[in-house]
């Protein structure tokens, strides 16, 4: 079963691509002697230091799985200065009746950033706003089926 593409900048994609090398080779190692050292404490039942590893093990599997799967399914994006939302940029909206603007970068939640929030582009307003301007309002509907409006005043940094 194929999965939806995920849209990441290059640097995102080199960044996670170096984390999953490390995990499946240096990770499991370290892993594998965390588990071999609690063993030779004895009785596995009552042995909190092999269940911690067992544990920090399975996380670990988790991350390295969806680690690949991002990079499976990875769609190298750069932002372009053209004025248009697409996926990997940044962009402010205000929404109707409201005069506060706010800031996501649309894309893949391993984009994150310490100032800005993560907007997947599959989501209803991430969809929305893709293909639009600096100017224009968009309409979305909300998982609850309300109706919300939108005005794009940024994008970009």
Known sequence: MASDPVHISQAAFDRLKAEHDD????????????????????????????????????KMAGRIAHLANIIENAVIVEAEADGVVKAGTV??????????????????????????????????????????????????????GATLRVEIVSVGE
């Open 91 to 144: 962009v402010g909206i205000r929404y109707e009746g409201d005069d506060d603007v706010e800031r996501y970068l649309l894309g893949s939640i391993e984009e994150r950033h310490d100032d800005l929030d993560v907007m997947s582009p599959g989501s209803p307003l991430g969809e929305a706003l893709l293909g639009h301007e600096v100017g224009e309002t968009v309409e979305y509907q909300t998982p609850t």
């Open 23 to 58: 995990l499946v080779t240096r990770g499991r190692i370290d892993i594998a002697r965390k588990i071999e050292a609690a063993r030779e404490l004895g009785d596995l039942s009552e042995n909190g230091d092999y269940h911690a590893a067992k544990e920090e093990q399975g």
